[in-house]
């Protein structure tokens, strides 16, 4: 056993630099991790390392000393006791320039270790995923991982503490540049990484625990309180990306993610320019929208679906048996308004829709994937914003939240996931809808809950398939959100059904959708009118269907 001195284990420069000779890595996520050990074993560092970490880095042909041989002690239950040892957090606590502490270690036969490299237990991707067990969740806890980041980083004046695969590459090149040190401001900041990794890990952890009704027998999906709001909110989301800017260029904007590797904020951007703030924002309201129609009650089996969203409203929404069919109809909608837009579809891309797409201005695009054929057709267009998202798109029971933030404080609800089918409907006119209609309907009141209130939505099928016609958002007055979407349209508005994200309170805005040509009417009912506006639709010839449920959409 080589037990170094202080003065040989990390020499110290007036510039700050310490010399790194020994590396622990054990990590969950081994992106990089091989060519980030190489260039720390081409500086004569030792690599120290644990179970599949050590395991990865021998088949990659590099030497490696198990940690077992480090600490005398084997590995135990399973894996759960690896690195909770004297003899790992001795060798990264000591203070290398106290005395007492370097003759502690030597009589104690600890070796020093001058870089800790460890990314942690992917708790939040195992709690989100749908149906976990209980017991994975559980298991997925890291002690021994956060132990060591905290040990490393509280040290930092002797000890490196990588936690992040971003920061291999600066690394290496900084080793590299000093001759196998780093500067005491890299490890500085590397520290100030660590403890906030810390920090979102264990507010990760404390969230998804408080929303567990109660423990689940072992493999048994975890029960979540869906009635419970959390008795804390905790935001500690790591930065993903700074921002151009925000809303306007005057406004300093970032990206951070919650570490689940769903949605908007994980996908992966497959070319185009950099993203900004409201494409973001824009992206997240298209794929919101057209996720929602991979429901088998409500849409057809693969059925197609194309969002076109500007500044958060959709222009142009519809369904179809192919993506092109979905995007042409939802062109069709309001051409002029998708002008610049961003769209969301829920399928593959294919070459033929992406052939069609490209013939517009659009700012970005979100689908599942692209197929190779349209990647090659949208190449050309260099500023493109092609994003691909996990096609998750279940709930898995787990309670999903939406928070505001608001002068002193935050508001935080349910997000708005409660979906309609027919036989969740309550016909209140003599006329019942016609299976056409209906179908309509159920579309109509799909694009209508993605509208800024107050929101109209005229809408009609061809072949089962919907297609919005004209729509109204964002208006103060119900009545004016009829009459606005009725005159943006540009398709004929005759024989066409409209959904009102929230009751008609007098007749006249029953009245107006009617006059436009609306033949049905989809709302939630509950106005202490509702009978003077059956009235009116019974007299119109307007077969009119209740939800029972609201669909206000402030922002």
Known sequence: MNIESASTASTETTSGLRRVRRALLSVTDKTGLVEFARALGSHGVELVSTGGTARALREAGLSVRDISDLTGFPEMLDGRVKTLHPKVHGGILHIRNNAEHVASVREHGIEPIDMVVVNLYAFEKTASRPGAAFSDIIENIDIGGPSMVRSAAKNFEDVAIVTSVADYALLAEELAANGGSLTRATRWRLARTAFAVTAAYDAGIATTLESIAA????????????????????????????????????????????????????????????????????????????????????????????????????????????????????????????????????????????????????????????????????????????????????????????????????????????????????????????????????????????????????????????????????????VDAARFGAMKAILPLAGTVAASDAFFPFPDGLETVAAAGATAVIQPGGSVRDAEVVEAADRLGVSMVFTGIRHFRHG
């Open 215 to 478: 423990p689940a027998a072992h493999g048994e999906p975890a029960a979540y309180d869906s009635d419970a709001m959390p008795p804390a909110v905790r935001v500690i989301d790591p930065l993903k990306t700074v921002l151009r800017y925000g809303e306007n260029p005057h406004q300093r904007a970032a990206l951070y993610v919650d570490g689940s590797g769903r949605g908007v904020a994980a996908a992966k951007q497959l070319q185009g320019k950099e993203l900004s703030y409201n494409n973001i924002v824009d992206l997240d309201a298209c794929w919101d929208l057209v996720r929602e129609f991979d429901s088998a009650d409500l849409g057809a089996a693969g059925e197609a679906a194309v969002a076109i969203i500007k500044h958060t409203n959709p222009c142009g929404a519809a369904t179809g048996a192919t993506v092109l069919e979905a995007y042409r109809r939802a062109l069709e909608s309001d051409p002029v308004s998708a002008f610049g837009s961003v769209i969301g579809i829920n399928r593959a891309v294919d070459a033929e829709a992406a052939e069609e797409i490209a013939k517009l201005f659009v700012e970005a695009i979100i689908a599942p994937s692209f197929t190779p054929e349209a990647l090659a057709r949208f190449a050309s267009k260099k500023n493109l914003r092609l994003l691909e998202i996990a096609a998750d798109r279940t709930d898995a029971g787990k309670p999903v939240r939406a928070l505001k933030q608001v002068s002193g404080g935050f508001l935080m609800q349910d997000a708005d996931r409660v979906r309609i089918v027919e036989a969740d409907l309550r016909v209140a006119t003599k006329r019942a809808p016609t299976q056409e209609e209906m179908r309509a309907l159920l579309f109509a009141w799909i694009v209508c809950k993605h509208v800024k209130s107050n929101a109209i939505v005229y809408a009609r099928c061809n072949a089962g398939h919907g297609q919005t016609v004209g729509i109204g958002a964002g208006q103060m007055s119900r």
